[in-house]
């Protein structure tokens, strides 16, 4: 008997409660099993740089209080190293580390597109780009799931901010969802198979992920052909009936036996048919059968610390090198200014905070590999106002110095999950400091640590950037590596640095209104958009320099035209014409330049890592199929290539086009071009920026724009926020309690405060339910809202209610 054959036999010996109690969690952390058939509880946990494994299973949700583990570098860093074979490493590595801890699933990669550099929670993702963002997520599961421990890809689906993510209605048109939203999962899921997805806790035009036929039965399992299981991001499920109807198979995580008791109902009462439930349970009982088969592993802490070190190195992207000031001379007197020099900022605070095995840090390594220096703090890590005292103190120590390390970026007050940025703004008192240092020395080399991009208002001031992003726990080592020259650094930028905010295409309509967040940019999310509006920025994407340089040639594009169902190869030859051994990131993208429908400039759609030895060469090929010309088109539901002429780029960057060539679409399947040129002009051309009108928006969405806030007065609901009830007196009673809550919580756990101050107001009362020691029961919520509808007396019969 197979697994599958097992667990659809073990279902079929279960009882229709114990199936239902199958499909909710047991604790935080663990699954239910069921030991009188032998199946023991398993646990999931968090990821995705590495696990974060709590010591307490209880509903409690501090973040701090985990077993240690190897803090890799977070997916914002990964990304830039565009290497599929790091990402499978990393990955297995992680997987290691499940085995030691006896974890079945860890809760990643999360895959969502940085459509604004704002999204609190970039570092926790890869790209703008979907293809980048699902090849990496897909090596990565692959080296998770190449040790018997299953991953979880996430946030499924449009999860693209953090205000209101509870509850915020991402209004998107079908096929920028589909080519832009959806793309990186699709890619994910018919590569790599991940064990299990996690919906989002938003909701996807008009209807919660956790509840969305459309997305988790119809495009997840019958079009990509998902044979996993779907969890529910915590606590994001409002309705279990529906939600199970809908495709998500198990509730985590548990919030009490009201969900377990409202699925036995609907079965007992026929509105459901018991297969659902059945199904369900397989999927779930199969996942647990998988997990038993892993074997334990004791890993080596130092291994992993060392892969983390490389990892940081391939992953950091060096943006400016003015006059080749790196990697520096050896025996050049150093200046090492900056409080992040002794204390790095690696990693970012929220589900994904990892307790380190340990932390590098750049002082210490920059002296292990023999530098002498001076160093200055230069800010104080908790203030962002500039201290005229330590800036002082910096330009002495800097202003004989034959080079400057300067390290600077984002704290981590600024960047975090359940919070956006306001702005891309590094602290002042960073920014004071890089000024004024730049006035003594004109050697300045800066070390960026942030989570995602950030204005440089002194970039032409300085001599060197390096970005390191959040590069894990041995990112001190791994800077100390590149500026030394021990590491050739090698990343490009998986997302765009804009100059300013202002520039970013999203950022008319990001993060949106109470109800929901209009996605009227469509298509043009990142590169897509600054190239179709001529629009110049700081650096682009796939953008990054090298100690060494590198020759393309001899394109090869094996047809002259291609047709449905064909491939077409792509091949050219990369030299290493310097004097070091490099990696080089060769990009290729495919573009159309006479189109009636609406499209991107350019599309990136492959991409490749070459390792070269001073003056070698090698051979570096693509594979492109129909796909790769496509777009989706909604009059038939389903991708559909326009005939004519396509542009082949070999790139080293978004805008540093190396080699080209064309190849000629033709015969493809007759399908009405989506020709929006009267309709939805404003989509065509981008070059006085984008001014999409509510016409021209409802044109591309196919029906009305849906309300953006609630109707005063209208009856609460469970996806009523905290800050909604404010108009109810019990509201603002209920608003009181818990604020001394959250207040009680915060003080337990300083990352959870600001956490929990910026999340509270928008709560739904659903979420109730997860409040740890204090929860309520679904019932009683729903007893809440009754009683905030002037429901009293059958409100308080629910509240009361055990
Ligand atoms: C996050 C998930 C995470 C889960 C468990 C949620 O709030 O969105 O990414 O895996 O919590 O910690």
């Not at 980048?132 to 190449?146: E, K, M, N, V, W």
Request: proline residues 5%; glycine residues 8%.
């Amino acid at each position: 008997m197979d697994l599958h054959e097992k667990s659809v036999s073990l279902v079929q010996q279960m009882t229709t409660k114990e199936k239902a109690a199958l499909c909710s969690g047991k604790d935080y952390w663990n699954l239910k099993g069921l030991e009188r058939l032998g199946l023991p509880n398993i646990i999931v946990t968090d990821g995705p740089h590495g696990i974060r494994r709590q010591i307490s299973n209880s509903e409690d949700i501090g973040i701090s209080v985990n077993y240690p583990a190897v803090c890799f570098p977070t997916a914002s860093a990964q990304a830039c190293s565009f290497d599929r074979d790091l990402l499978f490493e990393i990955g297995s590595a992680i997987g290691e580390e499940c085995r030691h801890e006896n974890v079945s699933v860890i809760l990643g990669p999360g895959i969502n597109i940085k459509r604004s550099p704002l999204c609190g929670r970039n570092f926790e993702y890869y790209s703008e780009d979907p293809s980048l963002s699902g090849h990496l997520a897909a090596a990565f599961i692959r080296g998770t799931q190449s040790q018997g421990v299953g991953s979880s890809l996430k946030h499924f689906a449009a999860n693209n901010q953090e205000t209101r993510r509870l509850t915020v209605d991402a209004v998107i048109d079908e096929r920028t969802l589909r080519e832009i939203y959806l793309s990186a999962f699709e890619i994910a899921v018919k590569q790599a198979q991940p064990w299990t997805v996690m919906c989002s806790y938003n909701s996807v035009n008009g209807e919660f992920s956790s509840q969305n036929q459309h997305l988790l039965t119809s495009i997840l399992r019958d079009e990509w052909g998902f044979e996993g299981l779907v969890i529910s991001d915590w606590g994001s499920v409002f309705d279990r009936v529906k939600a199970l109807t809908a495709g998500l198979d198990l509730e985590m995580p548990h919030v009490g036996d009201t969900s377990d008791n409202r699925i036995l109902d609907a079965v007992q009462a026929h509105s459901i048919p018991e297969d659902l439930l059945n199904q369900a349970a397989e999927r779930i009982v199969y996942l647990i059968l998988k997990s038993m088969e892993r074997q334990p592993y004791q890993y080596s802490i130092d291994t992993h610390h060392k892969i983390a070190r490389k990892a940081a190195g391939r992953s950091a992207v060096l943006l400016k090198n003015d006059n080749g000031i790196l990697p520096a001379k050896p025996g050049a007197s150093t200046a090492v200014i900056g409080a992040f020099a002794k204390v790095p900022r690696y990693q970012g605070t929220g589900s994904s905070r990892i307790n380190p095995t340990h932390l590098d840090n750049a002082c210490d390594e920059l002296k292990a590999l023999g530098i002498d220096y001076e160093y200055a703090a230069g800010y104080l890590e908790e203030s962002d106002l500039p201290e005229a005292r330590l800036i002082e103190e910096a330009c002495q120590i800097a202003k004989d110095k034959e080079i400057v390390y300067l390290f600077a970026g984002l704290p981590d007050r600024f960047e975090a999950e359940s919070f956006d940025r306001e702005s891309l703004h590094l602290p002042l008192s960073h920014n004071a400091l890089i000024d004024a240092v730049c006035e003594v020395n004109e050697n300045v080399v800066v070390v960026l640590h942030c989570g995602g991009v950030v204005e440089l208002p002194w970039a032409d001031k300085v001599k060197a950037i390096l970005l390191m992003h959040l590069g894990g726990q041995a990112v001190g080592g791994a800077v100390a590596d590149l500026l030394t020259g021990r590491v050739n650094p090698s990343g490009k930028l998986p997302e765009t640095w804009p100059y300013k905010l202002e520039d970013n295409p999203s950022h008319s309509y990001f993060p949106g209104y109470p109800l929901c967040v209009e996605y009227r940019e469509g298509l043009f999310v990142g590169y897509r958009y600054y190239d179709k509006a001529v629009k110049a920025v700081r650096y682009p994407f796939g953008y990054g320099l090298s100690y060494t340089s590198f020759e393309y040639s001899d394109l090869v594009i094996s047809s002259k035209s291609i047709t449905d169902g064909e491939t077409l190869k792509v091949s050219c030859k990369i030299i290493n014409t310097g004097k070091r051994e490099g990696r080089e990131v060769v990009q290729l993208y495919v573009a159309k330049k006479e189109s009636v429908i609406i499209r991107a400039e350019q599309e990136l759609k492959g991409f490749e890592v070459v390792q070269l030895a001073p003056g070698e060469q090698k051979e570096v090929n693509f594979l492109l199929s129909s796909r790769d010309f496509a777009y989706y088109n909604t009059s038939i539901s389903d991708w559909h290539v326009e005939n004519g002429k396509y542009e082949i780029r070999v790139a080293a960057s978004s805008q540093d086009f190396r080699l080209q060539g064309t190849v000629e679409y033709s015969g493809s399947v007759e399908a009405h071009l989506p020709d929006l040129r009267d309709t939805a002009p404003g989509y065509y051309d981008l070059t006085s920026g984008l001014k999409i009108t509510d016409e021209e928006f409802a044109g591309i969405l196919g029906r009305p724009i849906p309300p953006r806030e609630r109707i005063p007065g209208s009856p609460h609901t469970l996806k009523s926020t905290v800050s909604d009830i404010q108009d109810r007196w019990v509201g603002r009673l209920i608003n009181k309690i818990v604020e001394q809550q959250a207040k009680t919580l915060s003080e337990k756990d300083p990352y959870l405060k600001l956490m929990i101050e910026k999340t509270v107001p928008d709560m739904p009362l659903h979420f109730f339910t997860m409040m740890g020691a204090n929860s309520l029961s679904i019932s009683q919520v729903e007893g809440i809202v009754d009683i905030l509808n002037g429901k009293y007396s059958l409100g308080i019969r629910k509240l009361i209610k055990k």
